[in-house]
């Protein structure tokens, strides 16, 4: 690839995959610990950048590096990256390409409820009884925050990360209620949490 690394920006298993087929490119993720999974096993013609960027950033770096092609694998629900990554894109003239990811859940599922929100997701854990296992991040903890009587019920299964942990605190969960670790997480241990946990429902993103 002539004129300058691809710039990919993700920490997800799919940027991991491209790093590992040994094209050049520099890989963008928001914190250290994004970076130590990144770094593992990455080919000699890539490395890694820490550190979030607004829309200005990300152009300032295509023009630096003389990026000839941009990738967005950041997750799906990584709006405001995505939307950054775009427009720094239209303004440099620069071609993107976005990973996407297949619905993970089949439309009309026996007991799944979509919702539209978090915040909405909260509402129906309100309307409801029984201990809920959370895994939709950190960032998106916050909007659980006004669960009824939710340092008892909720329990939150987050990245082992300082950042995670923090957001734990701020809504009230008990170290306790706190599940840190890092995935892929297999059909068994899965079953194994909600029945460690008692949960009467789980709460997830169509990632």
């Known amino acids: 690839m002539s ?9 997800t298993t799919e940027a991991r995959e491209i790093l590992a087929r040994g094209v050049p490119a520099l890989c963008c993720v928001a914190t250290e610990y994004g970076a130590a999974l990144a770094e593992e096993g990455i080919s000699p013609k890539a490395r890694v950048r820490v550190g979030r960027l607004d829309a200005e950033g ?3 770096l295509i023009r630096d590096e003389g990026v000839p092609c941009v990738i967005d694998a950041t997750h799906p629900y990584a709006r ?3 939307g950054n990554v775009r427009a720094a894109c239209e303004r440099t003239g620069t071609p993107l390409l976005r990973v996407l990811r297949a ?12 919702v539209p929100s978090c ?9 409801r ?4 296992l959370l895994t939709v991040g950190s960032k998106e903890l916050p909007a659980f925050a006004s669960v009824r009587d939710g340092g008892r019920r909720l329990f ?6 300082e950042e995670s942990l923090r957001a734990c605190a701020a809504i009230g969960l008990d170290p306790a ?10 059909l068994e241990m899965n079953l194994a949490m909600l029945r460690d946990v008692g949960a009467t429902a789980l709460v997830t993103k169509d990632g």
Not at 129 to 132: D, K, L, N, R, S
């Open 129 to 132: 009884e029984g201990a809920v």
């Open 103 to 114: 619905s993970g859940v089949p439309s009309g599922a026996e007991g799944v409820t979509r």
């Open 119 to 127: 915040a909405a997701a909260a509402e129906l854990l309100n309307a």
């Open 3 to 11: 004129g300058g690394r691809l710039l990919l920006f993700g920490g």
């Open 156 to 161: 939150a299964r987050v990245l082992p990360a």
């Open 177 to 186: 209620h706190v599940l840190a670790m890092q995935w892929p997480f297999s």
């Open 58 to 60: 990300i152009a300032a």
């Open 80 to 82: 405001e990256v995505t």
